[in-house]
Every structure is written in structure tokens, then in C-alpha cells.
């Protein structure tokens, strides 16, 4: 079963515009994780927020956390053609890491 | 480059072969993962080490067989190949540490069971 649910599946949208992306999940966590995977490759951690976090900010990233509604957020602002990937959020009940299926991110120039 | 290596990269099995899946980490790190990946599935825990010398099954351990060597190496094998096990493997490790660290991911291993 999986713990993180993304919404949505798939996102396109125009080079500069900003892309949000949401992650749901069932149990309560210690923290929050989101990575990015280009096609073909590995995954790269990209942010994590803790438990007792409401919003962090790592460059063009802005991740909100709201455990009272089991949610988060990814943000992208002034996205750029190299955005384009499938973005995960992850969970760590019982300490190792629960994947969501993913939101497909399409970036166009 | 400190990371996470996976080997082979390709492999073409036919049902009932077996085959070991390699990984190896040169960060120090403890805890060791293998997950697969199938197309709108996202990720999947195949098996977890939180530490040298111990194993844990995770979400989906059926049809494998994980090996901890030591602290660097953490093998996944299939003793008799399905296609259902056609797949992308990835392995990743993490420092300890509570709450669970970002985890550094191999490149994965895309596996086809004819």
C-alpha cells in the first residue's frame, strides 16, 4: 500500500510559470520528504521537513507541511525545461521511506 | 564520486534463471535499501538493512533474497526469475538517524524476465 498519494499524476506547464504539486499521506510521520527523478536515473533527495516544520524554502523550492490535514506541498517558482521530471514525496513510518506514486512534471520552453 | 553504485545496468533473464543484483556505497553509511519501480506504482520496498548484519523484509520481499557483506555492500537476488519481476531496481543508502535522513540513490538496475 502506498503512504504518499501525489496529485496530480501529470502537470505541463510553460517555462517561467511556477508548478505545485501535493502529496497526501495516511499515518502520522516524523518528516516529509520529496525527490525528484529524471527519466532513466536514480533519485535525488531534493528537500525534507520535519514533523514540527510548517514551510521550508531551498532555492526556486518551497515545501509546506500541514500534519492536521496529513498534507504537503512542493512549489516551484520561474520553472525552467530542466524542471521536467516525475517528482515524489515520501514518508518514514517505522523509520525507512514510503514512496507515492509520483506527479510527472513537464516543463515547455 | 562518493555515492551509490549498481550493478549490471541491464540484464535480460528468462523465466526461472537467477541472477544477484549488486549495490555498493563508499559514503559510510548504515542503513542500505532496495526498491523496485513499475510504471504507476512509484516505489516499492523490496528489503531494507538499518544495519550491518541485519535484515528486514519490506512492503513486497517475495521471489528475493537480500545479502548485507558488510557495511559498504548489499546484494538482491532472484532465485528463480517471473515476469513479474520485470522491473527497475534501485538501491539507497541513508546515515543513521531519527527521523530517516535523505536517502542517496544508485542509478538502478532495469531488469526484463522473458
Known amino acids: 500500500s502506498q503512504q504518499g498519494e501525489e496529485d496530480p499524476q501529470a502537470l505541463s506547464i510553460q517555462e517561467g510559470e511556477n508548478a505545485t504539486m501535493n502529496c497526501s499521506y495516511k499515518?502520522?510521520?516524523?518528516?516529509l520528504q520529496w525527490y525528484r527523478q529524471n527519466s532513466g536515473r536514480g533519485l535525488v533527495h531534493l528537500i525534507l521537513?520535519?514533523?514540527?516544520?510548517r514551510e521550508k524554502h531551498s532555492g526556486r523550492l518551497r515545501v509546506t507541511l500541514d500534519t492536521s490535514k496529513k498534507s504537503s506541498s512542493l512549489l516551484i517558482t520561474a520553472s525552467r525545461a530542466a524542471d521536467t521530471a516525475s517528482y515524489f514525496c515520501?514518508?518514514?513510518?517505522?523509520?525507512?521511506?514510503?514512496f507515492g506514486q509520483g506527479t510527472e512534471l513537464s516543463v515547455k520552453p | 564520486n562518493a555515492g551509490v553504485t549498481q550493478t549490471p545496468k541491464f540484464q535480460v533473464l528468462k523465466t526461472g534463471q537467477s541472477m544477484t543484483l549488486q549495490c555498493a556505497q563508499d559514503?559510510?553509511?548504515?542503513?542500505m535499501y532496495w526498491y523496485r519501480q513499475d510504471p504507476g506504482m512509484g516505489l516499492r520496498l523490496i528489503y531494507y538493512?538499518?544495519?550491518?548484519?541485519?535484515?528486514d523484509k519490506g512492503e513486497v520481499p517475495n521471489g528475493y533474497n537480500v545479502s548485507r557483506l558488510n557495511k559498504r555492500e548489499f546484494s538482491l537476488r532472484l532465485e528463480s526469475a517471473a515476469p513479474s519481476q520485470t522491473s527497475v531496481y534501485f538501491c539507497?543508502?541513508?546515515?543513521?538517524?531519527?527521523?530517516?535522513?535523505?536517502?542517496?540513490f544508485g542509478s538502478g538496475t532495469r531488469l526484463t524476465v522473458v
Open positions: 538493512s538499518a544495519s550491518e548484519g541485519t535484515t
Open positions: 539507497a543508502s541513508s546515515a543513521p538517524g531519527r527521523p530517516a535522513p535523505g536517502y542517496t
Open positions: 499515518t502520522s510521520i516524523n518528516n
Open positions: 515520501a514518508t518514514d513510518p517505522g523509520g525507512k521511506l514510503i
Open positions: 559514503m559510510n553509511h548504515n542503513s
Open positions: 521537513i520535519r514533523s514540527n516544520e
